[in-house]
Nanobody, 113 residues
Framework: QVQLVESGGGLVQPGGSLRLSCAAS????????MGWHRQPPGKQRELVAS???????NYADSVKGRFTISRDNVKNTVYLQMNSLKPEDTAVYYC???????WGQGTQVTVSS
């Protein structure tokens, strides 16, 4: 069984930073591209960043230059460093091994003054 546990969310002012973490159990982490998704209030879930097992990254246009995804293959953990946060980044953030049915419980990020 795969477990994904996100942490690091919270309330931050516009322009601030947060670092999300997702700890994964099971062997899936070492063989899957990992993604961070988010679901803003009343909107659909969207992929914001992904990282392959080799470290290649992709970002949604809305977060390019502000967010950085990384992974530690020893700790089975994926991170999302979020800088220059905007109110429109407010959402529940989820980590997800792409092309699998496994999702974490999500962590709330609220950007507000």
């Amino acid at each position: 069984q795969v477990q994904l546990v996100e942490s690091g969310g919270g309330l931050v002012q516009p322009g601030g930073s947060l670092r999300l973490s997702c700890a994964a159990s099971g062997s899936i982490f070492s063989i899957r591209t990992m993604g961070w998704h988010r679901q803003p209030p009343g909107k659909q879930r969207e992929l914001v960043a992904s990282i392959t097992t080799g470290g290649s990254t992709n970002y949604a246009d809305s977060v390019k230059g502000r967010f950085t995804i990384s992974r530690d293959n020893v700790k089975n953990t994926v991170y999302l460093q979020m800088n220059s946060l905007k109110p429109e980044d407010t959402a529940v953030y989820y980590c997800h091994p792409l092309l699998t049915r496994f999702w974490g419980q999500g962590t709330q990020v609220t950007v507000s003054s």
